[in-house]
């Protein structure tokens, strides 16, 4: 396998990441994570346990491996707290190899008061976001009100930022009696974490140079999927960071030629949490099957994710974007008893044939599916560890992905634990 590989979803998130990573990261000595927040969830199973980390790389589990929160990352210096005592209540020891951005932006109590009320005054057309702040967070950052975790080292600049923030959006605070609009509280609060943080604050972008050219391996991990993306997702209902490729260089600090690879991670089949078009979702008996077999709810808010086929439109979009040259699929097995597998092929739009994403891609609202029908295969595949031992269906279901997007497999995963993996 290459040397440093950035992990991106393909879809619409959910679709693995955390499995893939913490695979990936065993041939890795370094792991930086690049956008996003506590909105992620990556679900990690190793040694017994389930971890689920929110802002930490997933990295993080393997106790020799070096770990990075890129400046592109909006962090919640709360949550991140929690997140440490959790994997030191495990035995999991962080000091001296968790080092985040002295540029990151932090996400602060009243922003996920914003996003709440955001999400109440757009009422039934709601973004159906996380409500950990992401969305407020970064429009404070390019709005230039942001608060960096450098900030919190120079007191009387961070308080003064906070009340201009709050002076210049009086919709939100004049009147607000919400503790997390308590400026005092968030600045003790903030003050009261400070001396923890501090020795975790680095220049992220010449610390991976270093390690880059000590040969070290760096694997950049990402959040979300590529039609969440900001620029390249369903916008308006996207997510507020890059969660392509692009976004592990600005979020990190680094060139592109530092990049050997990007896998992409794509699920067997599709599922998306929150609003926002899905022209495979299932809406019958077999979105549900879907849904109960593959434990399809969200790890971050426990919401039911809606379920559909694979869309091969929408992966052929996130495959460029990304550059992807090989994928990992993943919950393969959750497709072991369906008998007839659809695979979205192309699309139609107000009866034309399209087999790319249209123009807007708002319009996924009103494509209808072109599907090419697959027989199942019927038998369990997760005791199975080579590729050829796969039921013959898999593999024509696997290798029509392939072939269709013009990439490699290089993992397929059969399960939640580590060993149910197949390395290609
Ligand atoms: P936000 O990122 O919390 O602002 O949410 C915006 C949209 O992205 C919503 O539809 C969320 O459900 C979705 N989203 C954000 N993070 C994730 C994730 O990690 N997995 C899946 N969906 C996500």
């Avoid at 009422?123 to 950990?132: A, D, I, K, S």
């Avoid at 140079?209 to 990402?222: A, T, V």
Wanted: aromatic share 8%.
């Amino acid at each position: 396998m290459e040397k440093n590989i950035v992990v991106v979803g393909c879809q619409w998130g959910d679709e693995g990441k955390g499995k893939v990573v913490d695979l990936l990261a065993e041939k890795a000595d370094v792991i930086a994570r690049f956008q996003g927040g506590a909105n992620a969830g990556h679900t990690i199973h190793a040694g017994g346990k389930k971890f689920i980390l929110h802002l930490i790389p997933s990295g993080i589990i393997h106790r020799e491996k070096i770990c990075y929160v890129g400046n592109g990352v909006v962090l919640d210096p709360f949550g991140l707290m929690d997140e440490l005592e959790v994997l030191h209540a495990e035995g999991i020891d962080t000091e001296g190899r968790l080092f985040i951005s002295s540029a990151t932006n932090l996400v602060l109590p009243y922003h996920k008061m914003i996003d709440s009320l955001d999400e109440k005054k757009r009422g039934g057309n709601g973004l159906g976001t996380t409500l950990r702040g992401i969305g407020p967070a970064y429009r404070a950052k390019v709005g230039r009100f942001g608060v960096r975790l450098c900030d919190l080292y120079t007191p009387e600049k961070l308080k003064e930022r906070m009340s201009v923030y709050m002076e210049m959006r009086p919709e939100y605070f004049s009147d607000s009696r919400d503790e997390r609009a308590d400026i005092d509280k968030i600045y003790d609060d903030l003050m009261a974490i400070a001396p923890k943080l501090k020795s975790r604050m680095t220049n992220v972008s010449i610390e991976l140079l270093k390690h880059y050219k000590n040969g070290k391996s760096i694997l950049f991990e990402g959040a979300q999927g590529a039609m969440l993306d900001v620029d390249l997702g369903t916008y308006p209902f996207s997510t507020s960071s890059n969660t392509t490729v692009g976004g592990a260089l600005t979020g990190l600090g680094i060139g592109p030629k530092m990049i050997d690879l990007v896998v992409g991670v794509v699920k067997a089949y599709t599922t998306r949490v929150g609003s926002g078009p899905f022209p495979t979702e299932l809406s019958d008996d077999l979105g549900l099957k879907l849904r109960e077999d593959g434990g399809e709810f969200g790890a971050t808010t426990g919401r039911p994710r809606r379920t559909g086929w694979l869309d091969l439109v929408a992966l052929r979009h996130a495959c460029r974007v990304n550059g992807v040259e090989k994928i990992a699929v993943t919950k393969l097995d959750v497709l072991d008893d369906f008998e007839k597998i659809n695979v979205c092929v192309g699309y139609k739009l107000r009866g034309e044939k399209l087999s790319e994403v249209p123009l807007d891609l708002s319009q996924l609202w009103d494509v209808e599916p072109v599907y090419r029908e697959f027989e199942g295969w019927m038998s369990p595949t997760s005791h199975i560890n080579k590729f050829d031992a796969l039921p013959e269906n898999a593999k024509t279901y696997l290798g029509l992905i392939a072939d269709d997007l013009g990439v490699g497999i290089c993992l397929v995963s059969t399960g939640a634990r580590r060993e149910e993996t197949i390395v290609v």
